[in-house]
């Protein structure tokens, strides 16, 4: 007999009754102490169901409050009458009602006995703690805090306040480094009993009661003046979310248990039913002195914490609907949007899709309808093409078209005759690679056949609908990758401004690009703006284009689509 | 918030609950059972009207989760689901002929009883052809979750409803007593959804979804809310103000987090489209007692007389809560 345990009972007594009655059969003696809150009825009830054993003891009742004195004074209460009743116990064990073990006894009364002097309590100074709740770590040692966080919250950062303010520093007790940890911890006789029989117990009760939550800092920071050998770290497996509540265990987490290998867990669902009967049953093989390695489930709650807290990129849903500029990240992928490239191109589409293996969309934007790649009415996630629907929330139409898309690159092209919308939601997006051949879309209206005023009046349409999309995707507030070439610029060298957008889409363009898709019939084109400026209408966008047909400008042979470098 | 709005706010709630109390006398109590709920007990709350063919299925589901007391109004049925009700040892009844549209939807109605029955009980308040998907809910019992939400100090928990449909005509999704429906009609739209925010009640307003794409295409702002907080631990002040959509006092609607991280939330899976649709739209429609002049029922019935396929060929199959976890529908959050 080496091993006593102290038990914090509150609430599923019935538990609480199993494992004190698991670890009494198998020769651990135990102290229970029963929040004073518990009716007295259901105490009787408790007790009378272990009075069969005769290592089983409880201690006076307190009312315990979370994050008070209440909680270490219960504690010392037990430890002190498990050090005098039972005399051979040489580590003791601090666990709660909702605590299982999960290794045989056995396994834990080994593994002390081959580290006979060795604490294990997590004990950490309060600069490296991360995990303190409401913003106060050292503060919690150089503050008073006589009101309740949970009953009087106000009156509790009223308090903090005025102290801060005032410059309270209370005065640690002599020799004492403040330290926090787990309270689950597990002691040898030795340092317990010199915190206990300690001559100065007296002033370190009586600052450590003015201490907020004394439960993580009492033994932790005692435990470092007494010990010869602290292992910091706590033999109970317990996870803390990140409002400094533990994360329960279910059914379900039997097998992540399973392979644990800790000596004991907590905090346990009082209706896990299979846990209870798994672990507490008495056939369980020894796993001879494996180490507890809860890295597994660490993992997973890490990972849940992290869901809490950040989210998943580019989701808006029922419970996760971020204010502007807290999205991280507003859409699931990037894309890339390409404006006047199907002007010029008569069969940019397919080229590209080719190039780069990814998704090429139409105009998304269109007026008439969402031109999704392949001809498509609906696509990913159901979403439909219809213009009502997608022009009744533009953004969500983006958000959701490359959610369900993620994990494919998506492209979709652009232009002043779509709906301009979701321009700012792009610009800001940095998601978003936009390239834009600015005045491109003159080029359709040279080959329509409509007349030339009608012409005239669409061109000075498109334009200033262009430049206004322009100076946003100018403006300083914009996180887009953003290209944009004039007409006459993008036509100087084509192939190198293509080499740069694929190279940043994708990986199947890193070799030299020796295909360039078919342009449209450029001549006669510089007439063209020249007319309009003849009539009127004076065309920027362009760049610079000669009137005179036999310009400068390189047109590819319409025969020899193929250029080799 | 300022004091204004928060004392319109209270106004507003006064109002719904004085409503609900004068609407108590359109029912009429025909089995109470409400003798055998116990402290801890979950309540379901819900309104209902010729739905006889469902009820044994709605019941076995939500007393498989952990429900134990459902607390239902028939609104004058004359189908056999009052008589069905009546056997049922776990259910309590109520009965009007009052009109369902009078009282806001059955809401006024199920707000009184909730203010009678459902004080510090978690209550689940959905119709027949809703069914609740949480996360873990194939390995978890229903008073786990509320054990969380209970330590958590979360008071609701939201769950968006998703539609689903089968393949082919509805016509031809023949429901039978006692089958999940969900077998029937097992395909829903993954990512067809638009979320804003109502600032004065603080409520997403969530709309999409096959209804939107199907039936409101050429309207979508008068496409129904898919918005749900079916889930909340009742006190006797609390009133829902329209439909399980929002409630008030309105901090229960913060069920979403606005700094990128997710709440936890479930899914209220919808079976409405089944071969009883086509019937149903017939007969409510002729009825008028539906929200807004029952627009969304002439909706329907224009649709409905086509034909129409709701299916597409990017509809997902229902398998499991993982994967609507997976598609963005519903979150863990932090329960792991």
Partial sequence: MSLGFIMLVHTALDRAAQVARHWATRDCPIVIHVDQRVSRRDNR????????LDNIVFCRRRRCEWGTWSLVGATQDAAEMLLENFPEVRHIYNASGSCLPLRPVEDLKDYLQQRPRTDFIESVTTEEVPWTVGGLDSERFSLRFPFSWKRHRFLFDRYVEIQRRLKVK?????????????????????????????????????FFKRVWIPDEAYFQTLARLYSTDVESRSLTLSKFDFQGKPHIFYDDHLQLLHRSDCFVARKIWPNANRLYDTFLSGDRTSMASAEPSPEKIDRVFTQAIERRTRGRTGLTMQSRFPRDGWENGKTGSPYSVFEGFNCLFTDFEPWLARRTGARVHGNLYDPRRAMFAGGEKNYYGSLSGNAMLRDYDPKA????????????????????????????????????????????????????????????????????????????????????????????????????????????????????????????????????????????????????????????????????????? | MSIRTSYK???????????????????????????????????????LRNERRRLPFFLKYYRDLGVKHFIIVDNNSNDGSAEYLMEQPDVSLWWSKASYKRARFGVDWLNWLQMRHGHNHWTLTVDVDEFFVYPFCDTRPLNALTDWLDASSIRSFSAMLLDMYPKGSIDD?????????????????????????????????????????????????????????????????????????????????????????????????????????????????????????SHEYKAYYTTLKEKPDIWCKWSEKYINWRQLEILGLMSKGNWA
């Fill in chain 2, 173 to 293: 999704a023949v429901y039978h007593e006692g089958q999940n429906p969900i077998e029937v009609a097992p395909w829903f739209d993954s990512a067809n959804y638009s979320f804003k925010k109502n600032k004065e009640i603080g409520n997403l307003w969530i709309q999409g979804g096959p209804r939107a794409r199907m039936f409101f295409a050429d309207k979508p702002e008068r496409a129904p809310a898919l918005n749900k907080i079916p889930l909340v631990k009742w006190n006797r002040n609390y009133v829902y103000a329209s439909s399980t959509h929002m409630l008030l006092p309105r901090g229960l609607n913060q069920v979403y987090d606005e700094w990128g991280g997710e709440k936890a939330s479930g899914c209220l899976l919808h079976a409405k489209f089944l071969d009883t649709f086509t019937e149903k739209s017939h007969e409510e429609l002729a009825r008028k007692q539906h929200y807004a002049n």
């Fill in chain 2, 9 to 47: 706010l209270r106004l507003m709630r006064k109002r719904w609950r004085i409503r609900a109390f004068r609407k108590r006398r359109e029912l009429k109590q025909i089995v109470n059972n409400t003798a055998k709920i116990k402290p801890d007990d979950i309540l379901v709350f819900s309104t």
């Fill in chain 1, 45 to 52: 009830k408790f007790a009378e169901s272990l009075a069969d």
């Fill in chain 1, 170 to 206: 209370r005065k640690m007790p002599e020799n004492a480094v403040p330290h926090l940890g787990s309270q689950w911890w597990c002691l040898t006789r030795q340092t317990l009993s010199a915190i206990l029989e300690d001559p100065k117990r007296k002033q370190h009760d009586r």
């Fill in chain 1, 397 to 565: 139409f983006l958000t959701n078209f490359l959610w369900s898309t993620r994990g494919e690159r998506q492209c979709f092209q652009f232009g002043p005759n779509d709906k301009q919308a979701i321009t700012w939601f792009v610009a800001t997006d940095n998601n978003a690679q936009v390239n834009v051949i600015s005045g491109a879309w003159a080029l359709t209206l040279f080959h329509s056949n409509k007349n030339f005023s009608t012409i005239r009046k669409e061109a000075a349409r498109l334009q200033k609908i262009e430049m206004k999309h322009l100076d946003i995707l100018r403006s300083p507030y914009t996180k887009a990758r953003v290209r944009i070439w004039t007409l006459a610029d993008f036509l100087e060298d084509p192939m190198h401004h293509f080499q740069v957008i694929l190279d940043e889409i994708g990986p199947r363009s890193n070799r030299r690009l020796t295909e360039v898709p078919t342009m449209v019939d450029l001549k006669g084109f510089g007439r063209f703006l020249q007319n309009l400026k003849n009539q009127g209408m004076k065309p920027v966008l362009m760049g610079d284009f000669p009137v005179t047909p036999n310009s400068d400008i390189q047109k590819p042979d319409p025969q020899k689509p193929y250029l080799v470098r």
